[in-house]
């Protein structure tokens, strides 16, 4: 291709000018137009954003039904769930019964659609869909470990219900922030779940925290559940920030203070603004997917009700149980101990627990070490450290059924004793454990050994409540 010069620069070049310059011109109309005429979703005749409606999915339709009052409306209509409702729970395509309802949901007629009440056939819909991932996680959770008593498949479980968990901080304004979790492990009888972050709301004007779990609505399980579609909370707990006293105050760093509210959450707060740094959640496996997907948003979920066991010889007292105990921190394990054939004589009640001794002070052979330097590692995006001697526990005691009968994951602390071990032949600093809630008590009697650079566990004993084992055993202890 050749180019010719008419009085100085190419043709080719100018011809390509002109063009970009009517190009950036058409554009600058175009814009103005779309600015004078443009026409929003909102504006259009609602027999239209029905039609586009018709073509969504359920998730989606559901979020936009958050977009104002009148998207709320019209993603109620009954003609578009229906169809939703039929197509997944049709008898062809599902395990389910046929039952009245859903043979009705197939051959509903136009007049019958019409006669419920907006929304009716929504709330069919997504009752349906909870329901059906309630009868799968109670498939996943039915086969127990008689080793542990807990389900064999809390992991995949919790894998396959998309579960997880927020904190929602309220203010005393009534403002409330709602924050997802950052870090999250999976230990052999628990989960820890850590927040953190730097947009924390300021701590004196804080309230309440609330702790929930939360799952997908609606589960697809060939696609991983995302947190932007609609999500079903389930409260697990309500702490009130007002109990960060001095009574509550667990440890402390050189950067942080940290403190302990039950059941099972450490808050940890910046020494020099007093702020929070971290929020970090304790949960037992014991019951723990029921507990994040069976609830609501303001209720938790209540356990089933207990039947009394039949205790064949309540004068003999408790026997035949079972403790399983670890303490971690971090992924990092410093005891994992299981003790068989555990008992207490009627005996052993005193001002109302019944004693149940673990480790006896007096028999050497059953003192245990604790492995590694024990501490509880902390995180945020900025620092991280870790507390001196203290950790989590994980409590799981079966009855003489092997039947889960008191289960905790909580913080605990060492504190050293005011007065020196009595025991035979220990030369070392005394400390202890301490462990309190409606259920029972723990405690845990250690001594530093110097030559080793090593806790000893020379004392376990637990405490239980009388007012639980009559309950669950039908005695009047």
């Known amino acids: 291709m050749k180019f010719y010069r008419e009085n ?10 002109a063009t970009l310059k009517q190009h950036a011109r058409r554009e600058r109309q175009c814009e103005r137009a779309s600015a004078d005429c443009s ?20 998730g989606t339709l559901l979020c936009t039904g958050c977009v104002n009052r009148r998207f709320y409306h019209l993603a109620n209509d009954n003609f578009i769930w229906i169809r939703i409702y039929s197509t997944a729970f049709s008898p062809k395509r599902s395990n389910w019964k046929v039952n009245s309802v859903e043979k009705t949901a197939v051959t509903m007629n136009l007049l019958s659609v019409e006669d419920k009440e907006a929304g ?26 008689p080793y ?41 009888s628990s989960v820890t779940v850590v927040w953190y972050g730097k947009n924390w709301p300021l701590l004196a004007t804080l309230s309440t925290l609330d702790l929930c779990g939360v799952t997908p609505v609606f589960m ?49 707060l910046w020494k020099r603004e ?44 408790l026997h035949g149980y079972q403790l399983h105990v670890d303490m971690h921190s971090g992924g990092i394990f410093y005891l994992c101990g299981t003790f068989r054939n555990l008992f207490t004589k009627k005996g052993y009640i ?3 627990y019944a004693k149940l001794i673990v480790i006896s002070f007096k028999n050497n052979t059953e003192h245990l070490p604790l492995i590694g330097k024990v501490g509880l590692s902390w995180r945020t995006d900025i620092f991280d450290g870790c507390i001196k001697s203290c950790s ?56 530093w050994i110097e030559e080793t650079e090593e806790y000893f566990i020379v004392n376990l004993v637990l405490y239980l409540s009388i007012a639980k084992i009559n309950h669950w055993f039908g005695t009047k202890y």
């Open 8 to 17: 100085g620069p190419c043709i080719r070049y100018a011809a390509g000018c």
């Open 39 to 58: 026409v929003s979703l909102d504006s259009m005749p609602s027999e239209i954003l029905l039609k586009i409606f018709s073509y969504l999915d359920a």
């Open 120 to 145: 009716y056939w929504k709330k069919e819909y997504i009752a349906k869909q909870i329901a059906s991932v309630k009868a799968a996680l109670a498939q996943v959770l039915k086969p127990v470990n």
């Open 148 to 188: 542990t008593g807990l389900p064999v498949k809390t992991k995949e479980a919790l894998r396959k219900s998309g579960l997880g968990w927020v904190i929602i901080l309220k203010e005393k304004s009534g403002k409330e922030y709602m924050m997802e979790h950052v870090d999250l492990s999976i230990n052999d």
């Open 220 to 268: 697809d399980r060939s696609k991983t559940p995302t947190k932007n579609g609609p999500r079903w909370h389930s409260l697990i707990a309500k702490y009130n920030l007002s109990n960060l006293t001095a009574s509550t105050m667990f440890g402390c760093d050189r950067l942080i203070r940290i403190f302990c509210l039950n059941p099972g959450l450490l808050v940890g």
């Open 274 to 317: 007093e702020e929070l740094a971290f929020v970090m959640a304790n949960l037992h496996f014991h019951h723990l997917v029921e507990r994040s997907t069976l609830g609501s948003a303001t209720i938790p979920y209540e356990l089933p009700p207990h039947s009394p066991l039949l205790d064949d010889n309540p004068e003999y007292g």
């Open 350 to 352: 005193e001002n109302g």
């Open 392 to 447: 989590i526990m994980d409590i799981t005691l079966l009855d003489e059924y092997g039947k889960p009968f008191w289960c905790f994951s909580s913080p605990v602390c060492m504190r050293s004793s005011p007065r020196p071990s009595d025991g035979p032949n220990f030369l070392g600093q005394t400390y202890y454990v301490d462990y309190m809630d409606s259920e029972g008590k723990v405690h845990v009697q250690l001594v």
